[in-house]
């Protein structure tokens, strides 16, 4: 192989080739939170890198600066305005606690996103002094293949260059997507948008029904604006519907509109101005009724396609998913292509998170320059979505876990808690819910964790390790709880849902006075408990009705 070329020509393929000389090692497309990460780790372990990042602007002239989605246009500048919003809640439970406020408290918006602007941009130079610190070359240009091992570097003045590396990091996202309707790009925004608007959206519509969707619907209702979300199908697509339908019903009670089973067809501006007047029209999904509607902003959050069919990859080879733009990786973040990597949002099959891309990233690296062989765990990831109501998951959700181990094999434990903090204001009572999902056959492994509350992120982190480590419900239910705090309700108070489901059969009919024998082999196929145990419940309902319970 050696005397014909054939091993110089795998180790070429392999970015590997002998006494070949690349202008660097590694090339990093993209300076989001998972490129940063690989980047200074492989500079750390003595690689010469460079990182191009560069941002399109959006239709409407936005753009920002190194740093990615996350930092600049997602997790914070979104979590920072869900607190503005927290903020303002917590403002009208004051009262109730003492605290003696003006009639009238304002908010500005421009003060907020000034602030957290002013925030973005100190980790924006952040970003850029660590690169620099860690000796890792940074450019602020569009990385495009132009061939194997070489890519081209335009900077926002159309300067092009033209850099080598023995292998290449695809890091480069994703971008919202806009639906191809008259109107749409000229006078709607994304949350691209959103977080830098100069002023403040007033009566919004929000199309989609995504966890992006949901989370500025809630905050900016939060701020007090008037706020539609337009659904075409179902809330939070890939998480539990359990949950999902809980935080739309939250959302509603507090305000939110909801317009379901619709789509927009087109936008159109009746007055100019910051905020002007859009009206909207929309059809019904499973009809021929078309509505119309007037608001001051349009924003649209009906999904995120992959940056990865502008970038030549078709020029080196590397294969996409031809619908969807992801691309297809191995267990080691390698695509087609073998010198060729990807991690984050852009991989097909994957979690969309910072902390995984973060963590692919930093492991990649270390494989390919540390002799490491960890590779990134992509189970039982936690995540968090910072709706009004929190809702924090990890593992299945009850859909999937049907799915994969049959109903018969899981059992699902849940119960409603009153958050301490909000009981002397006296609003949401059983409106927050715990959730687990237990594996029958693996002594009731936990496989699924679920809360709705106050701090849904810091309760999902916990128990997100000890779910890594085989949770169990046995050892869940031993642990003891503190006292008094919203993860409380995890340990011994949840009753599962065959119970809870059996129970409210057995409690209606009893009120019927159609309880059936006990004798009866009804009580298995209708409710799935024991004789005894509707004997037992039988005797406590008989007490409620003497002593006047409900």
């Known amino acids: 192989?050696?005397?014909?070329?054939?091993?110089?020509?795998?180790?070429?393929?392999?970015?590997?080739?002998?006494?070949?000389?690349?202008?660097?090692?590694?090339?990093?497309?993209?300076?989001?939170?998972?490129?940063?990460?690989?980047?200074?780790?492989?500079?750390?372990?003595?690689?010469?890198?460079?990182v191009l990042d560069y941002v399109v602007p959006t239709p409407l002239g936005t753009r920002w600066g190194l740093g990615g989605t996350c930092v600049n246009v997602g997790c914070i500048p979104k979590k920072l305005m869900h607190q503005t919003a927290l903020l303002g809640q917590a403002i009208s439970d004051a009262p109730k606690f003492g605290w003696q406020l003006e009639p009238k408290v304002n908010h500005s918006w421009e003060t907020m996103t000034e602030a957290v602007q002013n925030y973005i941009g100190s980790l924006n130079w952040g970003y850029?002094?660590?690169?620099?610190?860690?000796?890792?070359?940074?450019?602020?240009?569009?990385?495009?293949?132009?061939?194997?091992?070489?890519?081209k570097a335009t900077n926002s003045k159309?300067?092009?260059?033209?850099y080598t590396a023995e292998r290449f990091l695809i890091?480069?996202?994703?971008?919202?997507?806009?639906?191809?309707?008259?109107?749409?790009?000229?006078?709607?925004?994304?949350?691209?948008?959103?977080?830098?608007?100069?002023?403040?959206?007033?009566?919004?519509?929000?199309?989609?029904?995504?966890?992006?969707?949901l989370e500025c619907a809630g905050f900016l209702a939060g701020l007090g604006l008037d706020v539609t979300v337009m659904v075409r199908s179902i809330l939070l697509r890939g998480f539990d519907q359990d949950m999902a339908n809980k935080i739309g019903k939250h959302m509603e009670e507090h305000g939110v509109k909801f317009i379901k089973r619709c789509v927009p067809t087109k936008i159109e501006q009746i007055k100019e101005g910051t905020p002007g007047i859009l009206k909207v029209t929309a059809s019904h999904t499973e009809n021929s009724v078309i509505i119309?509607?007037?608001?001051?902003?349009?924003?649209?959050?009906?999904?995120?396609?992959?940056?990865?069919?502008?970038?030549?990859?078709?020029?080196?080879?590397?294969?996409?998913?031809?619908?969807?733009?992801?691309?297809?990786?191995?267990?080691?973040?390698?695509?087609?292509?073998?010198?060729?990597?990807?991690?984050?949002?852009?991989?097909?099959?994957?979690?969309?998170?910072?902390?995984?891309?973060?963590?692919?990233?930093?492991?990649?690296?270390?494989?390919?320059?540390?002799?490491?062989?960890?590779?990134?765990?992509?189970?039982?990831?936690?995540?968090?979505?910072f709706t009004p109501l929190e809702y924090?998951?990890?593992?299945?959700?009850?859909?999937?876990?049907?799915?994969?181990?049959?109903?018969?094999?899981?059992?699902?434990?849940?119960?409603?808690?009153?958050?301490?903090?909000?009981?002397?204001?006296?609003?949401?009572?059983?409106k927050c819910y715990a959730k687990?999902?237990?594996?029958?056959?693996?002594?009731?492994?936990?496989?699924?964790?679920?809360?709705?509350?106050?701090?849904?992120?810091?309760?999902?982190?916990g128990f997100a390790a000890a779910i890594k480590c085989g949770l169990t419900k046995e050892l869940l239910d031993s642990t003891i709880g503190i006292h008094p705090v919203c993860a409380e309700a995890y340990p011994s108070r949840s009753m599962s849902a065959k119970e809870f489901?059996?129970?409210?059969?057995?409690?209606?009919?009893?009120?019927?006075?159609?309880?059936?024998?006990?004798?009866?082999?009804?009580?298995?196929a209708q409710c799935g408990l024991s004789p005894n145990f509707i004997d037992f419940l039988r005797l406590i309902f008989q007490k409620q009705s003497v002593l006047g319970g409900e």
């Not at 990093?28 to 690989?38: E, F, K, N, Q, R």
């Not at 850029?128 to 890519?151: M, S």
């Not at 994304?190 to 995504?210: E, I, M, Q, R, W």
């Not at 594996?439 to 309760?459: C, Q, S, T, W, Y």
Request: charged share 25%; proline share 5%; with cysteine.
């Open 501 to 524: 489901g059996a129970l409210h059969y057995v409690q209606s009919a009893y009120v019927q006075e159609t309880l059936p024998s006990t004798s009866s082999p009804v009580h298995t």
């Open 158 to 162: 159309g300067v092009e260059k033209f």
């Open 128 to 151: 850029r002094v660590a690169l620099r610190d860690n000796k890792v070359t940074y450019e602020n240009a569009y990385g495009e293949f132009v061939g194997p091992h070489r890519i």
């Open 292 to 385: 119309e509607g007037e608001y001051n902003t349009v924003l649209l959050a009906i999904g995120r396609d992959s940056c990865t069919r502008k970038i030549g990859l078709e020029r080196i080879g590397v294969k996409i998913n031809e619908k969807t733009g992801k691309i297809p990786v191995n267990d080691e973040e390698q695509t087609n292509v073998p010198y060729i990597y990807a991690i984050g949002d852009v991989l097909e099959d994957k979690l969309e998170l910072t902390p995984v891309a973060i963590q692919a990233g930093r492991l990649l690296v270390r494989r390919l320059y540390g002799r490491s062989a960890v590779k990134c765990d992509y189970v039982n990831v936690p995540t968090t979505v």
């Open 1 to 50: 192989a050696h005397k014909d070329g054939t091993l110089k020509k795998l180790l070429e393929v392999n970015g590997q080739a002998e006494g070949h000389s690349y202008d660097y090692d590694l090339i990093v497309i993209g300076g989001g939170s998972g490129g940063l990460a690989a980047s200074k780790e492989a500079a750390k372990l003595g690689k010469k890198v460079l």
């Open 436 to 461: 687990i999902i237990c594996h029958i056959p693996d002594k009731e492994r936990v496989i699924g964790f679920h809360v709705l509350g106050p701090n849904a992120g810091e309760m999902t982190q």
């Open 392 to 430: 924090g998951a990890c593992g299945y959700s009850e859909e999937k876990a049907i799915e994969k181990f049959g109903d018969d094999n899981i059992e699902v434990y849940h119960s409603y808690f009153w958050p301490l903090e909000w009981t002397v204001p006296a609003r949401d009572n059983n």
């Open 171 to 213: 890091a480069t996202g994703e971008r919202p997507r806009y639906p191809g309707i008259p109107g749409d790009k000229q006078y709607c925004i994304t949350s691209d948008d959103l977080f830098s608007l100069h002023y403040c959206p007033g009566k919004t519509l929000v199309v989609g029904a995504s966890y992006v969707a």
